[in-house]
Nanobody
């Protein structure tokens, strides 16, 4: 049972990246999936989440209008499309499963993280 995040890298401000989170060992379609990010010395923050119930989404205020979360249950994958990246988006990004189908409650399985660096 695991999540594998990928797609991070070094980009310049204003550029885009798409992160992928592939699930194995369980059925992704049953769970809400979130992307978190963390910078050393700071609290981990939830960036976005997508429900398995109805596909509803949540976004951190600072990424609204720039990031888009989506899921392809057939491919066991959740994506985070990140546009108009800013230096303050620099962090290690993790995907995680919620306890159930919604985005509420605890998150109990985290992937290994992928580093996003936004710098000129």
């Amino acid at each position: 049972v695991q999540l594998q995040a990928s797609g991070g890298g070094l980009v310049q401000p204003g550029e885009s990246l798409r992160l992928s989170c592939v699930a194995s060992g369980f059925t992704l379609a049953f769970y809400g999936i979130a992307w978190f990010r963390q910078v050393p010395g700071k609290e981990r923050e939830r960036v976005s989440c997508i429900s398995a119930e109805d596909g509803s989404t949540y976004y951190l205020d600072s990424v609204k209008g720039r990031f888009t979360i989506s899921r392809d249950n057939g491919k066991q994958t959740v994506y985070l499309q990140m546009n108009s990246l800013k230096p303050e988006d620099t962090a290690v990004y993790y995907c995680a499963t919620a306890e159930g189908a919604s985005c509420h409650g605890q998150y109990d399985l985290y992937g290994q993280g992928t580093l996003v660096t936004v710098s000129s």
